[in-house]
T-cell receptor, first 117, second 110 residues
Framework: NAGVTQTPKFRVLKTGQSMTLLCAQD?????MYWYRQDPGMGLRLIHY???????AKGEVPDGYNVSRLKKQNFLLGLESAAPSQTSVYFC????????????????FGAGSRLTVL | QKEVEQDPGPLSVPEGAIVSLNCTYS??????FMWYRQYSRKGPELLMY????GNKEDGRFTAQVDKSSKYISLFIRDSQPSDSATYLC??????????FGKGTKLSVKP
């Protein structure tokens, strides 16, 4: 099993350009998440999805959009990239909460490193 | 006050030392307490989690939760160079998303 796969692994954008990060999981997980990780800030939740066709805002959603058209895929879009969006982006997935005694156990991808110039 | 506080380190210890990593929190509603390990340029991976108060042991790793003090710890016995990583604590209410600490960077020197 591949687990959680993120593409691309690296990307450099110019301010104002748009791009989409793709996350795919093969574990039949209901829940999927997008986080960003910045030095000194830790992991911050951008958006998440509790099932196919659903999305919800996390802690830092501004400037990002997401879609979950298929259960196994979760896309993160940047419509007009800004230097403040330079970060490492992590996708994660988990079973529906309650399957592991209520603990929300996340499986993470390897990350996508984005630089906005 | 942030919901979860974690000293970012870095923490450097000699091989074989006992390592203590800690987090404090302010929200008494947290029920699940987790530790993730993140190697450089990799995604975090779950080490272990505990429910409510008490201890949990897994090999060289022991997680402790003291809800009365709102304080959690991860102990690593006989630390190895392969334990060098960033350790993230994470907490969760009975249901809901995880709240992560900022992570502590650990280096174990041979």
């Amino acid at each position: 099993n591949a687990g959680v796969t993120q593409t691309p692994k690296f990307r450099v954008l110019k301010t104002g350009q748009s791009m989409t990060l793709l996350c795919a999981q093969d574990m039949n997980h209901e829940y999927m998440y997008w986080y960003r990780q910045d030095p000194g800030m830790g992991l911050r939740l951008i958006h998440y999805s509790v099932g196919e066709g659903t999305t919800a805002k996390g802690e830092v959603p501004d400037g990002y959009n997401v879609s979950r058209l298929k259960k196994q895929n979760f896309l993160l879009g940047l419509e007009s990239a800004a230097p403040s969006q330079t970060s490492v982006y992590f996708c994660a997935s988990s079973y529906q909460q309650g399957a592991h005694s209520g603990a929300n156990v996340l499986t993470f991808g390897a990350g996508s490193r984005l630089t906005v110039l | 006050q942030k919901e979860v506080e974690q000293d970012p380190g870095p923490l450097s210890v000699p091989e074989g030392a006992i390592v203590s990593l800690n987090c404090t929190y302010s929200n008494s509603a947290f029920q699940y307490f987790m530790w993730y390990r993140q190697y450089s340029r990799k995604g975090p991976e779950l080490l272990m989690y505990t429910y409510s108060s008490g201890n949990k042991e897994d090999g060289r790793f022991t997680a402790q939760v003291d809800k009365s003090s709102k304080y959690i710890s991860l102990f690593i016995r006989d630390s190895q160079p392969s334990d060098s990583a960033t350790y993230l604590c994470a907490m969760q209410r009975s249901q809901g998303n995880l709240i992560f600490g900022k992570g502590t960077k650990l280096s174990v020197k041979p």
